[in-house]
């Protein structure tokens, strides 16, 4: 059972270092404007960004890899669909399956797209942690705060949320061993039996669950939390001359990409 | 303040969801959208909505989307559609079902209700970024038929959550 989900690689590089609201809003950029332009130059400039990006970060490669693997069925599916229902003057044919030129330039430039997209979102949560994170995007929602969004609520619920996940994991285990020595059988049978199976499991769970949230809500009150009130933070978020200039780097990017 | 802890729990129940898989044939039955279900019945549909929010906010910093995916790539690349369309889908479950009504049949028809806003925008998502057309279409029908199953099992679990004889500890729904 994994003990921390996160995908954050600890090591002192510059872009460890940035502030995680600036790599935030650099990551959101770049990847938006990779879908805003359909040509082989622009997607260059944006695969030689994320190469770059991940150069600086030190990032062992084995990291990236183990992001980009869960993409790879996707692509494959993709060079499928092109073979079978691709436009275009097919060069080879086989039966009903005819290849085109035009099909595979597709499906390769929607590959490497789709490559590049998980290289640059990467980047960022493989150098900032989740805490980190949270308060950069909770920082990014506070104008929502005059739409009636609570930002701060919202990124405390995220924080809880990753604290909740192990404990939940664990009492799943738990459950699940009890009613294993009860002689439940989770591994037999079709679908319809084994989704039978975790009815046993899923009720105590929302019952052990439901009492830990409540205790929970009631431990904060007694610490006298108060929604909407404003808090300090044990680590304030500091930007730097750095920081600036990752954005204009990015801006520049994206006008390079757009221009060439 | 009942509101926020409840909410971080679904949240980190869909988490946890993705991580559970039991195997059924190739498709990897994970649990994810039977707690977006479950949140939708038992919780109601504004703090469902906020739940899947909270989620899919958590998943921007940790990879806790379906296989170990996280960030910004994930959320907006070809699969993100049915991230995405957790949302529409726990909204839909929480307006349809009731907690005067817990039985059975009625949470089926619920939950049957939020898998096609799920459906229709993760397909159409998948097909106009990946180019799929039809490949999409077929690609996803063993998940559905997979799903299904799930709203099953949910519409089982909250109807026994929310039945008054059993008298489990369970959340006030907000509607």
Known sequence: MKAAITQYYPADSPLHRADPRAKFV??????????????????AVYAVAGVVAFGLSRVPLRWVWRAMKPVLWLIALTFVAQILFAPGDPFFSLGPFELSGEGLRLAGFLSVRLLVLILIGSALTLTTPPVALTDALAWLGRPLRRLRVPSDELALMITLALRFIPTLLVELDTIMRAQRARGADFSSGG???RARALIPVLVPLFVVSFRRADDLALAMEARCYTPGAPRTRLHPLHARLTDAFLLAVVAAVIVLASVI | MVDITYCALFAALIASGAFVAVPVGPVPFTLQTLFVVLAGMILGPRRALLSVVVYLSLGLAAPVYAGGGCGVGTLIGPTGGFLLGFLPAAYAVGSLSSSRDPSVGRMVCAGLGGLLPLYALGVAWLAAQQDLGLAAAAGVLPFLAADVVKVGLAAAVASRMLSRPLGLPVPQRDR
């Not at chain 1, 650099?26 to 997607?43: E, K, N, P, Y």
């Open chain 1, 26 to 43: 650099a990551v959101m950029a770049l990847a938006v404007a990779l879908f805003t332009r359909d040509s082989w130059a622009a997607l």
């Open chain 1, 191 to 193: 679908p319809v039996r």
